[in-house]
C-alpha cells in the first residue's frame, strides 16, 4: 500500500548552502509525524519545499503516488496537503472569519465551506466568539489557533504544522497540543515540525531527529523518547 507521502532523497539549497541534504522518509494515513531538530537544520525549509514554496534540487516527492515536482503551490493544497507555516502569516487587518474563508478560497461548496468553518469555532471555541474581530487583535496563541483553522479549511488530507507552540505560553501550548491529538483521533494525517521535542514525540506515531540537513534518527515517537542521545540533545536530561 503505497503512503500518503513519499519523500525520496530530497535535496533543496539556498543559493550555494544545501540546507536539506537527501531526506527521506514517508507519512502513512492517520498518522501524526514529526521532524524534531535545532535551529537551521532543515525542517521549516522541508515543509516550504513538500508544498511548493520552494524547488528542490533533486529528489523526489509523492503525494498519493502523484510526483509533485513542478506542481505549483496553489494545485499542491487543491490536492490535499496543507501548511500552516512558521509565524502563523494570518491577515491582521481580515477578520476572523475572513481569514478561515480564504483558507477555502479554492472550494466552491458553500455548504460544506460552512460546515467547515462550524468545525473550526468547534476546535476553537473563542474564535467563534470573535468571529467579526480584526484577526490581528488576537494573542499569539489565538493567532495560532485561526492559522490551524485557516489551513483546515481547504478540508487537507495531510496538514503540515509548523512550530504551532512556538512564543506561547506553557498553558497555550498545551492546548494547541491537545488540538492536535484531538485531529489525530478524528483521523487528520499530521506531519508536525515542533521546538518542543517530547511533546511531539509523546503525540507523534513516528518521529525523524534532523541534524544539519540530514535525518539522523528515525524510529517510534516513544523509542525516540526513550533514546539516550535524544533525551540528551533535545529534552534537557543528562
Do not use: C
Amino acid at each position: 500500500m503505497t503512503a500518503l507521502l513519499e519523500v525520496d532523497n530530497l535535496r533543496v539549497a539556498y543559493g550555494k548552502i544545501e540546507a536539506v541534504k537527501g531526506i527521506s522518509f514517508t507519512v502513512e494515513a492517520g498518522q501524526v509525524v514529526t521532524l524534531i531538530g535545532t535551529n537551521g537544520a532543515g525542517k521549516t525549509t522541508t515543509l516550504r519545499t513538500l508544498s511548493g514554496l520552494l524547488k528542490p534540487l533533486d529528489g523526489t516527492i509523492r503525494f498519493e503516488g502523484r510526483p509533485l515536482a513542478g506542481v505549483p503551490a496553489h494545485r499542491i493544497v487543491a490536492l490535499g496537503l496543507a501548511h500552516s507555516p512558521e509565524g502563523r502569516h494570518i491577515f491582521p487587518r481580515l477578520t476572523i472569519a475572513e481569514n478561515l474563508q480564504l483558507g477555502a478560497f479554492l472550494r466552491k461548496d458553500g455548504e460544506g465551506i460552512a460546515k467547515d468553518t462550524q468545525r473550526v469555532y468547534d476546535l476553537f471555541p473563542i474564535l467563534g466568539e470573535r468571529a467579526r474581530q480584526a484577526a490581528g487583535t488576537l494573542s499569539g496563541g489565538e493567532q495560532q489557533m485561526l492559522a490551524m483553522g485557516r489551513a483546515l479549511m481547504s478540508r487537507p488530507k495531510l496538514l503540515m504544522l509548523d512550530e504551532p507552540s512556538m512564543g506561547l505560553s506553557p498553558i497555550m501550548m498545551q492546548r494547541i497540543m491537545a488540538t492536535i491529538t484531538e485531529l489525530r483521533a478524528s483521523g487528520t494525517t499530521i506531519l508536525l515540525v515542533e521546538q518542543n521535542a517530547r511533546a511531539a514525540l509523546s503525540l507523534a506515531d513516528r518521529g525523524h531527529v534532523m541534524e544539519i540537513g540530514k535525518i539522523v534518527l528515525s524510529g517510534t515517537g516513544a523509542d525516540l523518547l526513550h533514546d539516550e542521545s535524544v533525551r540528551k540533545a533535545y529534552l534537557g536530561e543528562d
